[in-house]
C-alpha cells in the first residue's frame, strides 16, 4: 500500500470516529471481539492518543484540537482556508496541524515509519 493511500485510509478512519466509537459504545458488551471491532478499537485508542499527544505536545495544544475538531467533524464541510481564518492562523499552519495529526494517528496504527 503506497502512502497516498495510506493517508487516505487514516484520513477516513478520523473522519469517520465519533461514528465508530458511538457504535463501539453499542456493541462491545454485546459481542465477543471480532476481527472488525478489534480494528474499530485500535483506531479509536490511536485517535484519542494523537489527540492526546497533540493537547500535550505545546503550549498552543488545546488551539490545535480546536482546529482539527472543526476540520474533522463539524456538521459543516469547513474549507481550510476559511478554518484558518477562523483561528487565526496561517493556512499553512493549519495544514500543516491537520497533516501532522493525521501522521501520528497512522504512526500509533504501525502504517507509518
Not at 471480532?34 to 485517535?47: D, N, P, R
Not at 505536545?57 to 474533522?72: D, R, V
Request: charged share 20%; hydrophobic share 40%; net charge positive.
Amino acid at each position: 500500500m503506497n502512502k497516498k493511500v495510506k493517508l487516505d485510509f487514516v484520513k477516513f478512519e478520523i473522519y469517520c470516529y465519533p461514528l465508530t466509537k458511538k457504535l463501539l459504545n453499542n456493541f462491545v458488551p454485546y459481542t465477543t471481539h471480532t476481527s472488525v471491532a478489534l480494528h474499530q478499537m485500535q483506531v479509536v485508542e490511536a485517535i484519542e492518543t494523537a489527540l492526546n499527544l497533540t493537547r500535550n505536545e505545546s503550549i498552543n495544544g488545546e488551539h490545535k484540537l480546536k482546529l482539527i475538531f472543526a476540520y474533522f467533524w463539524s456538521n459543516t464541510n469547513p474549507n481550510l482556508e476559511r478554518l484558518a481564518m477562523d483561528y487565526h492562523v496561517h493556512v499553512n499552519t493549519a495544514q500543516l496541524w491537520i497533516k501532522k495529526f493525521v501522521k501520528k494517528v497512522g504512526e500509533i496504527l504501525g502504517l507509518f515509519d
